[in-house]
């Protein structure tokens, strides 16, 4: 959902939408996703079972939509600082990501910090493979002997791999520390592969 298509929508629909997902994600925080009931999300989110199917057919469907929202949010946060400063480095774009994560923590800390629900995981690596399979293609590590999907691999789950532990340790870095650490070991990584491509490294 855009952001354009949310400001369509009735805002007591936005309202009660925001409450049944603030439930469910305490709910989260307590008990596995199986062990939960539409009848425990409504009493939590303080409305009746019957307004929860006026939005979704099941919980199955609340988190399928959930995850399209979050996929959403994440594509812009991704190109919100780029817009802004009018350049791609990697600090910059992992910074509007970064800060979006910490601006919803108790969110992602449920999502990708426990695993406590796949298909949030799944989604945002499936974004991550496509983000970082373009910057593959587009610095040509192929002429490093690095094969594309290898390193759509290695990036993705290094990415999300690092994000759930800055959310697991309650944030330590400050989202721009965070950024510029992630710029300085692409950058550590890069000139690695050129003093190997020259025969400084067995």
Do not use: C
């Not at 199986?34 to 303080?46: G, P, Q």
């Not at 949010?73 to 990501?97: M, P």
């Not at 999502?111 to 593959?136: N, Q, Y």
């Not at 789950?157 to 989202?175: E, F, K, N, Q, V």
């Amino acid at each position: 959902m855009t952001q354009s298509d949310k400001t369509k929508i009735d805002p007591r629909v936005l309202r009660t939408r925001s409450l049944l997902k603030h439930a469910l994600i305490d709910l989260l925080q307590e008990t596995e996703v199986d062990k939960i009931t539409v009848n425990r999300i409504a009493e939590r989110a303080t409305i009746n079972r019957v307004t929860f199917y006026l939005h979704y057919r099941d919980i199955q469907d609340m988190l399928e939509k959930m995850a399209e929202e979050m996929v959403v949010d994440i594509e812009r946060a991704l190109t919100r600082k780029v817009q802004e400063k009018k350049k791609g480095s990697e600090d910059v774009i992992l910074l509007g990501l970064l800060e979006h994560i910490a601006e919803n923590a108790d969110f992602y800390k449920v999502v990708i910090g426990s695993r406590r629900v796949p298909i949030f995981h799944e989604r945002l690596r499936d974004v991550f493979v496509r983000k970082i399979g373009d910057g593959a293609a587009q610095n040509n590590l192929s002429r490093h002997g690095v094969q594309k999907d290898v390193a759509t691999w290695f990036g993705s789950s290094a990415l999300i791999g690092t994000i759930a532990s800055w959310l697991h340790h309650d944030m330590p870095y400050s989202p721009q520390f965070l950024a510029r650490q992630f710029a300085l070991l692409f950058r550590v990584q890069g000139l690695r592969a050129e003093d190997q491509e020259e025969g400084e490294y067995p």
